[in-house]
Every structure is written in C-alpha cells, then in structure tokens.
C-alpha cells in the first residue's frame, strides 16, 4: 500500500498523470478547469502545458502525439463550449481507435442544473459527456473527490487496453477543488498487461490454410501498428511468400520498398494492392475493419472477391469478426501475440507460392503509371509532382501527417512510408483540421524527427490558428500547404457523379480567390517559403527544414480535375439522383457489392 497523501482532486488527476508517465497536457484554461491547471503549475518540471488556439486542436494534438509514439497525453478544457469544441477530436480518435485522455471541467456538483454559467442542463443536469457518448470508449463524471483515484486507473485501463479509444474525465469544479486522504495506487498494479492471444484451434486451422496457400495476401491496418506488430508481420509475409497490402492506417505496417510490399488498397489505393488482394486465394487480414474505402464499398472483385478468396481475420474486437465478410476462421487476438502464434505454429520451411515475379511486374507497372502525374514538370505543378518533391528532400524516417481531400488521398497512394508512426493520417473519420495540430504533436512525440503537415488549403484554413502553437512551443513542424483554391476533392466528386459542381471553388467577385498563405506564415512569424514550380520545391522544403524552427512553405498546385488527384483505382459508392451521368454505372456497381 501506498503512503495516504491529502490532496486536491486535481492534484489527484496530475499526480496520477505523472505516474502514468504522461509529459504534456495541450489546452486552453477557462475557469471550469482553473484548479487543474493550478496544479498542473506544481508539476511544471514533469508535465508541460502547452497552449493550442482551439479546443479541437488539443484533442488532434495529443492523437497525433499517441500516434507517433503510442503514448497516451492529457488534452484539457474548461466548461461548456470549449468541451464542446472537442467532439470532432473526439471522433477522429475514436473512428482511428487512438488514445487520447480528455479532461472537461463541469458545473459544481452543489449547483447542477441551476443553470450555472455554460451548463447544458435542460435536458439532463451537467449534460455535457452524453454528447461525447458516440466518440468516447468510456467516460465518467465523478461526484467525489475520493473517487478519482480509481477514475484515473479506470480511464488508463479503458484507453490503452484491447481497441484502444478516446476516454473523457467530466470533472465538476468543486471535486477538482476539495481534498481528500487518498493513496494514489501503482499503475503498474492496475495496468493490464500482457496480450490476448486468439484460440489455439483456430490458430493451427489458419496455419494450415496459410501453409497450402498458392496466392496467400496479407491485409495490414492501423491494429499492426497501434500493437507494434511490424515485425512479426514482416516476418511471416517472408515464411510464406504472401504479399501485403495496406489500409489507410495501415500504411507503413510494412517498409514499402519492400519485395513483398504490395502497396495501399482501395479507391485511392494502388492498382496492384487492390489486383493482388481481389485475386488471393486466403486471405489473412490484421487489424482492419474493412469499411468502405479500402474495401471498394465492398464490390466484389474491385478489392475483394470473398468468397472464393478464404478469410482469416485476425481482429482484437471481437464485434468487427465477420462484419463485413464471411471468415474462414476467426482470431479474436492481438496483432502481435497473434501473429507470433501463427508464425510457431508454421515452423519453419519455405513460400509453397506461386507468384513467380508478378508481384515485381505489378510494381514496376504501377510505378509506370504514377509517373504521369508525379513525374509532370508542368505549371503550375500537379500535387502528385509537388509531394513527390517534398518527400524527395526528406529523411526516410520523416513523418508525415494528412487530414482530409487530396492531399490526403495522394500521400497515401504515393508517399513511399518506410516505418511505422511515420504516417499519420484521419484515415477513418477524414477530418479537415486535422493535419496541423496531429502534426505538432507528432513533432512533441518524436522531437528529433522531421514532420511534414501536407494539407490543402481548406484543410489548413480550419485550423491554421496552431501557427501560433507552433511558434510558442518552436516545433519545427513544416506545414506544406497545397493550394488549389478550393475544395477540389469535393469538386472532383461532384463533377464525377453530377456533372456540375457547386460551392467548391474559392471565388470572390467571380474571381478564383487563395488568402496570401505566404503572409499568413510571416504573421504568425513561422519561416516561410513560396514555391509554384517543380523545381522550387526542393529548395523551398530543404530551407524550411534547415530553418530549424516552424515553418510553412505554400505550393500553388494544378486544379484541374484531370490531374488534380491521386488516381482512380478502385470503387466508391455514393448515390447519385437519376439523370446524373454516373447514375446507371453506379447502379450496376451497386448489383455486386457484398455489404449483406
Ligand atoms: C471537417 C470536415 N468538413 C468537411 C469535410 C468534407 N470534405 C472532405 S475533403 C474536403 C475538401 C478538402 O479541401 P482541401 O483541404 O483544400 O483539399 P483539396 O481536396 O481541395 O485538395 C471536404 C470539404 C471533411 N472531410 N471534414
């Protein structure tokens, strides 16, 4: 037992916090959490506080933080609308299944529903975790100082164990204020430890249906890499020969300069991700929840063809067994304790594959054909030559972080990752707003690696307020803000399906109109730099970069649609009213889909 200590319940919270080795909180204080921010003061040399313009980006910052590193971080704000200003954050972390520890302040447990300033009451009293319910893995809302203890161990249980997910401390001003004798109890003795492994039955089936394999495909997504399974998964793609491919959270699961790197799969994927995996004979997926951007909204034989192909699904949450497809054999498991499972109970022996050099021959095609767009010296600049540019001049352990749009969709399809955490993206929620701040705190994670904000320009314009984080904290962030003036992914998408476009385009008196991106920069007082050909860009980054502090480089890029974004691979359904040009087309898609 510990040592009984008198302490506030924000002393309790951050006592807590430091125990669980957190090192930095980001928020903004109001005066619903002014007793946590006093206490965060006393722990100044183990916790930093870090100051964001906007409660949304707190939330963004410490996801990106986890996701660069696999540590949990607090995001703080006061009562009422900053709470509410995290939601979005919230959601994001949830879809993506990252973990992230967010701190509200709430109305005095004496004075709930009373109408105290920026209280939701009219409903319920103190009401404002039920709007987090949908994008929360679990949340509490103490009435005593004494419980927070056991609130804080819950919450890090909650959050990092099994699915990892967001969780929400709702805490009422007078709890955080009064104190208790409490005994602050050893993480080490409430952590659970250890990994689920899935049922050994199942395990020797899915080896053996691995093992008489001739076209075996492994799915990678963001389950790989949030369990640190990276090498195991290299290492059976290797006992077996198979080819892996890569959902949006997945990428970097497996260096893709790899021979067995089989690329992104998907509607923005590679051709040879969604060509071997439609073509697989089994199937073993880890860590993926085939929705329907990387499962080509499930139409047969664009990215999946299941059945013939035979699916192994190796999945921590047992809810997303079978969801979307039927399994050959279920393994309810942690990526890594699974993966290591399957790899003993193979033994050792060599690939009974057949693939011969197509895996090579798909490659080198696919590099053929991404060399339209990403090799283009014209002007202005496709976005595809600018992020090959960008990436060019960077380490290849560089991290970079998309949010939403094409920026999003052509790092995936065309960054080569080399590691995992070192690409960050919104993959399940596509948020706009996202980049900038997951960015800085993938800067505060990992201080000595070079990070990379590539964002369009509406992407940006939501959250581009973090300049000023950024240049407070001197996070040597590099923001690259590609700007087609608009929001041209949307655009593409109505032109497609409809035939016309509406509200996409930045326009003032009828005139294409782009904010001075520069001069943002230079008022925020970041480095700046300005490039709109090809041939700039290196400089413009590798000075940005050298800058060693905040930059942002603004590159004016082509929005023509037909070479706008990354390249059409895959399938997408979205309904489209009759008479529009795709209508007929998207119905006889729909007649294969398989989402039964
Ligand atoms: C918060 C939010 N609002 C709306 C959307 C819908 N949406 C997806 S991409 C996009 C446009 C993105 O524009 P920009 O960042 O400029 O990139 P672009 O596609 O123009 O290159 C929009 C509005 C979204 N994903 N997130």
Known sequence: MGIPQRLTGAQIIVESLVRHGVRHAAGIPGHGCWTLTDALLDRADEIRTIQVMHEQSAVHLADGFYRASGEPMLAFTSIGPGATNTVMGMATAYVDSTAVALFTGSPHTTMRGHG??????????????????????????????????FVVHRAWNAMTTGRPGPVLLDVPMDVQAEAAEVVLPDPETREARGRVRPDADAVERAARLLAGAKRPVIVAGGGVISAEATTELRALAERLGAPVVTTWNGKGAIDETHRLAGQTIGDTGSTIGNALASSADVLL????????WSASSWRKGVTFAIPPTQLIQLEIDEREIGKNYPVAVPLVGDARAGLRDLLDALGGGNPATDYGDEIERLNAAWDEQIEVKSGSDAVPMTMARAVRDVQVVTRP????????????????????????????????FSSMGFTLPAAIGAQLARPDA??????????????????????????????????????????????????????????RDGRLYSPDFAAIGRAFGVHTESAHEPADVRPAVERALASGGPSLVHLRVDRDLAVAGPDKTGWWDVPVPEGRPVHDEQLAGRAEEQHR
């Open 116 to 149: 105290l300033l920026q209280e939701l009451e009219r409903r319920h009293v103190a009401d404002n975790p039920r709007i987090f319910e949908p994008v929360t893995k679990e949340w509490w809302q103490p009435s005593r100082v004494d419980e927070l203890p």
């Open 285 to 292: 997926s880890v860590g993926c929840r085939f929705v329907d």
């Open 397 to 428: 352990d560089a991290i970079v972080v998309t949010g939403a749009g094409l920026p999003q969709g052509m790092v995936k399809q065309r960054w080569v990752t080399r590691q995992p955490r070192t690409h960050i993206t919104s993959g399940g």
């Open 450 to 507: 070079q990070v990379l904000a590539v964002c369009g320009d509406g992407d940006f314009l939501q959250t581009m307020q973090e300049l000023a984080a950024a240049a407070m904290l001197g996070t040597p962030v590099c923001t690259v803000v590609l700007d087609n003036s608009g929001w041209i992914s949307i655009k593409g998408g109505q032109q497609h399906h409809f035939g016309r476009t509406a509200a996409t385009d930045f326009l």
